[in-house]
């Protein structure tokens, strides 16, 4: 079956800590993985997808098939990183739906 | 551009009530998608449509219906509200055309719905 986990629904870091949201998926095929964020009071947005192998806002995040993770790392986090972050996961080409996980909630302490 | 829009933002229903959301994105994107919020539960697909004319069940689209009969609009009707359908409702639309945004999924900013 097709399955995004992300275990962990708060997480709780003080300012300049280092960062990591969990997230592994469950997929026959070759995935694209995504990590979306939802700030206070914004709408969903993408905030990084593993095709592109790039840096946003000082977040990166590796797909490693052997282990199905594509966790997302940041070594300083900041108050503004305070957020919910959502993994997602979209099918081979040909496939239309995409499976969101259930979110883990980013507190960046004073 | 707009982007995604959504229509109405907030919305109080008594349960056998019907209301239809309205999600209209103006980036001539292909698909469209309507996705359910709830706490803990994350975002869980209703149905979608890869174009125009076209609909598809998700995960969990009992209680719902869909129109998609232009490209640019997509429908979501609730026929007769139920309690466990009160939650934050999102549209979403993407493009699978090759580009910076390919398969990158552009939100609406929610309608939050509450059944009593």
């Known amino acids: 079956a097709q399955r995004v986990t992300q275990p962990e629904k708060l997480l709780s870091v003080f300012k300049g800590a280092p960062v990591e949201l969990k997230c592994n998926y469950s997929?026959?095929?070759?995935?694209?993985l995504f990590w979306y964020v939802q700030y206070s009071r914004q709408r969903l947005q993408l905030l990084l997808r593993?095709?592109s192998r790039e840096s946003i806002k000082g977040f990166t995040a590796d797909l490693n098939k052997g282990e199905t993770s594509f966790h997302l790392k940041k070594p300083f986090a900041q108050e503004e990183d305070s957020a919910m972050y959502y993994c997602a996961l979209k099918g081979a080409s040909g496939t239309y739906k995409y499976i969101f996980g259930t979110g883990t909630r980013l507190k960046v302490l004073a | 551009n707009a982007g995604v829009t959504q229509t109405p933002k907030f919305r109080v229903l008594k349960t056998g009530q019907s209301m239809t959301l309205l999600c209209a994105q103006d980036?001539?994107?292909?698909?469209m998608y309507w996705y359910r919020q709830d706490p803990g539960m994350g975002l869980r697909l209703i149905h979608y449509?890869?174009?125009?004319?076209?609909?598809a069940k998700g995960e969990v689209p009992d209680g719902y219906n869909v129109s998609r009969l232009k490209k640019q609009n997509f429908l979501l009707g609730l026929e007769s509200a139920a309690p466990s359908q009160t939650s934050v409702y999102f549209c979403?639309?993407?493009?699978?055309?090759?580009?910076?945004?390919?398969?990158?999924?552009?939100f609406g900013p929610g309608t939050r719905l509450t059944v009593l």
């Open positions: 449509s890869v174009g125009e004319g076209t609909t």
């Open positions: 593993h095709i």
């Open positions: 980036m001539n994107h292909e698909y």
């Open positions: 979403a639309s993407s493009s699978p055309l090759a580009g910076a945004h390919y398969n990158e999924q552009f």
């Open positions: 997929y026959s095929g070759s995935p694209e």
